[in-house]
């Protein structure tokens, strides 16, 4: 039974409804940023997500490779994530997507080294005739998190997020957005087959206690 992230890590990928703070450990990602429309048919967010999969499922069959990786076991790919913020303020204006910044990103199994990942990239470009260049190995260490489980539309965050504030006001957090710490989601359904109202989208901040 090949190992899936989201079963064997539920309390990172399948929150309840309900806010709840959680301390994330560090991990390894394939990532492509931009900016722009994540909406835009043929624009940087579509085809950024085409290199994420095209890479990752290279790394997942790379068994039937003659490319060895150590340590390698069989495992589901990882759910889309996206890290999302705009320039020069914390809040998020879904109103204005053109102005979206994002990194989008792909978890990867400990096994997988940048040099498996440098061979997953050139091997990717060169079979699907994509240019997966633009792919990045990074490593993120999220640490102390709130994060719930958001059922609907992209565009009905803020009432969930709204929901987060409340929670982190009323047990002595605060957010900590930053540069480095930014607004994270985590997809679960597929946007091209589930209806809006039951999407079921992971919304995750960073947080720090306030200290009086």
């Known amino acids: 039974m090949p190992f899936d992230f989201k079963k064997e890590y539920k309390e990172f990928y399948m929150p309840k409804k309900t806010p709840s703070v959680i301390n994330v450990p560090k991990a390894n990602y394939i990532a492509v940023e931009g900016k722009g429309n994540p909406n835009e048919e043929g624009g940087d967010y579509k085809k950024a997500i085409g290199i994420l999969y095209a890479v990752a499922y290279t790394l997942k069959m790379s068994y039937k490779t003659d490319y060895h990786i150590d340590g390698f ?19 998020i204006d879904y109103n204005d997507k053109s102005s979206f910044c994002w990194i989008s990103v792909i978890r990867l199994p400990d096994f ?11 091997t990717a ?33 803020p009432d969930t997020v709204k929901i ?3 929670y982190l006001r009323q047990n002595g ?9 930014r607004h994270h989601e985590i997809y679960l359904s597929d946007a091209r087959k589930t209806a809006p109202e039951k999407m079921k989208t992971v919304i995750r901040h960073p947080i720090k206690r306030i200290i009086k």
């Open 112 to 122: 997988v080294s940048e040099s498996d990942f440098d061979w997953a990239v050139k």
């Open 125 to 157: 470009s060169e079979k699907k005739k994509l240019d997966c260049s633009s792919a990045k190995f990074i490593t993120i260490d999220e640490g102390l998190c709130v994060q719930i489980m958001h059922i609907g539309a992209f565009d009905d965050e």
């Open 73 to 91: 076991f069989e495992y589901v790919v990882p759910p889309l994530e996206g890290f999302w913020w705009q320039e020069n303020t914390d809040d």
């Open 164 to 166: 987060m504030d409340d």
């Open 173 to 181: 957090y605060e957010n900590d957005l930053s540069e480095s710490r």
